[in-house]
């Protein structure tokens, strides 16, 4: 068997399990668990937020170390089922390398969810908090409007930015800027209370928990870089709509 290619897949399916919302502690044990499976003497994985590192030792003596480095990542629960069933599957099958990757790529190439959801998602939550913290029915529909326009933006930022204070600070200006042309043109009475419900849809809440659940794990520096980084988006979000307010406070 070729270790340097089975090396490399195993570590695909870690950075697959990572970007797709798998724990700092679930990737390491699953890593490991790989390791034993096909038979290497010694490995040692260590996984954060953005990386993963794996040094293994073959029955020959061979010592293999590769890293990977994460960009970005998000949550696909759909995709995250299935990556946990292939690492079963590959513990109690050890196929070859090439089998491996042909798995990941079906895997991968998954149709998406549709567009739709996303909209209908980012409308019933919007609009869910904004009527939570006191929007009536005509503040209702200018809520549903802003979060068409919040996922709108966010689609596109999906595509080219993957820096999270900048992807916020995008997001929070463009549909505050919205909110207050809509409370200008008089089609919204109370402007706060959308910005509120509209918020709650780009706070990293998620990302915070998992932060915490790593550091509860004994995983430090995953935990930590994961809340900070939830910190570095929420200043996003309040930058992004106070340069709204700021610009346009003497214009509307």
């Known amino acids: ?31 490991y668990r790989l390791c034993r499976a096909y038979g290497f003497v010694h490995a040692d994985i260590w996984v954060i937020y953005s990386n993963i590192q794996a040094t293994v030792e073959t029955e020959e003596g061979d ?3 590769q890293v990977r480095h994460i960009g970005s990542t998000s949550i696909d629960y759909e995709k995250l089922d299935k990556l946990n069933n292939l690492s079963r599957c590959l513990c109690k099958e050890t196929p070859e390398p090439e089998e491996i990757s042909r798995r990941l790529k079906e895997i991968d190439n998954d149709k998406p969810l549709p567009v739709w959801i996303d909209y209908a ?14 929007c009536d029915l005509r503040n209702a529909l200018v809520a ?3 979060a068409i326009v919040l996922v709108f933006v966010g689609r596109r930022l999906d595509k080219v930015e993957h820096n999270i204070m ?34 709650m849809l780009m706070i990293s809440g998620l990302s915070f928990t998992y932060g915490m659940i ?39």
């Open 214 to 252: 790593d550091l509860m794990h004994r995983d430090t520096l995953s935990g930590l870089l994961k809340i900070s980084n939830s910190i570095i988006g929420a200043f996003g979000i309040a930058l992004g709509i106070a340069a709204a307010m700021f610009l346009l406070k003497g214009v509307l």
């Open 144 to 146: 549903v409007v802003a």
């Open 1 to 31: 068997m070729d270790y340097k290619k089975l090396v490399k897949n195993m570590l695909n399916v870690g950075v697959a399990l990572l970007k797709n919302g798998a724990e700092v502690s679930r990737v390491e044990d699953s890593m």
């Open 166 to 199: 900048i992807y916020n600070f995008i997001q929070g200006f463009c549909t505050e800027v919205f909110i207050l042309l809509a409370a200008w043109l008089g089609l919204a009475s109370n402007p706060s209370n959308i910005t509120l419900g509209i918020v």
């Open 121 to 134: 998602a980012g409308i019933m939550g919007g609009v869910g908090f904004g009527v939570f913290f006191g």
């Open 63 to 65: 010592i293999i170390t």
